[in-house]
């Protein structure tokens, strides 16, 4: 699974994002009797190091902070007492077991990054001598591309949300179009706040990863619905709670949304639309940028308004469908 390698350390924190945008994650499964070993103190300081020196969101921390407590769990359990007991073949184990659990590559890959930069991290700190991460080169992850609905199909789904006119109706229509207009992140759009968006100008201003703020512009059928929430829905909304949060988006108590209540709007809103599948926030994340593509928008743009670093990250959406393929070439191909 693994191999062994000469070669310098790289940023073990960019082999693999973290998981805060897909669904919210479950606690870690115990390995054994039902109580995970306690991890030593050096984990939580790594883990502290990630938020206050690089910038790395609360999601990110818990994420990792999870891999690395699975980890610790497995080693302590094959004989670790400290982080200086950890064998290289200790991790290789690791991660073959959970391979042999059913954790996606992605998964794997993202705690062996954790895994990697802990390590790296102690190393350089002068906490442990040597690096046993170090000669090991991460798994391979297979590229998937991203689920997204069809045009008809994201029409179905806003147009069945308009349906309702109550408040948490009113809300729930706005979320999405936003979701749709804007590509947002989950965390995103749950942190968006009254001053953040601004309907007259028709764009918002988000937090992305690593505390990055970037402007989007929101189409006019969303800010229509933005319009009718905030002067339909969200007064009764914000008058059944402490009457000053100022999130964007409340919930029936008033008070700012988490990233749960979005994925539980969302998969009901697919629901009554009738869409198979799950269907969730990243879904009309991917949709966004994958309808932008088709349409001819330039591919440095939807980078910069999805807020990816990198352009190969953007460029999974260069895909076409087969629909599309057979209609490009009986258009363009001299004997279609």
Partial sequence: MLRHRRSSRKSA?????????????????????????????EIAA???????????????????????????????????SSLRDVKSADIVAFLGHEQDAGFNDTTIARRFAAIRALFAW??????????NAKILSRPKVAHHLPETLAE????????????????????????LELL?????????????????????????RCTGKGGK??????????????????????PALAAAGPGNDTSFFLTKRGTGMCRETLWR????????????????????????ASHLLAHGANIRAIQEMLGH???????????????????????FHPRA
């Fill in 13 to 41: 924190l960019r082999d693999s994002s973290p998981p805060d945008e897909t669904k919210p994650a479950q606690q870690g499964r115990n390995l054994s009797d039902g109580t995970l070993a306690t991890p030593p103190d």
């Fill in 46 to 80: 790594f883990l502290d190091q990630l938020v206050y020196e690089r910038g790395l969101s609360g999601n990110t921390r818990a994420a990792y902070g999870n891999d690395l407590a699975q980890f610790w769990d497995f080693a302590a359990r094959r004989g670790a």
């Fill in 122 to 131: 102690l190393t350089d700190d002068g906490r442990l001598p040597a690096n």
């Fill in 152 to 175: 008809p199909q994201v029409s179905r789904l806003l147009a069945t949300a308009a349906e309702d006119d109550s408040a948490l109706g009113l809300r729930n229509r706005a979320i």
């Fill in 180 to 204: 749709y207009a804007c590509g947002l992140r989950a965390s995103e759009l749950v942190g968006l706040t009254l001053d953040d968006v601004r309907l007259g100008e028709a764009f918002l």
């Fill in 213 to 234: 703020q970037r402007i989007v512009p929101i189409g006019t059928m969303a800010v229509n619905a933005l319009r009718d929430y905030l002067r339909g829905a969200r």
């Fill in 265 to 288: 709007v969302v998969e009901a809103a697919a629901d009554k639309a009738g869409l198979a599948g799950e269907v969730h926030p990243h879904t009309l994340r991917h949709c966004f």
């Fill in 309 to 331: 670093a990198d352009i190969a990250t953007t460029q999974i959406y260069t895909h076409v469908d087969a629909g599309r393929l057979v209609e490009i070439h009986r258009k």
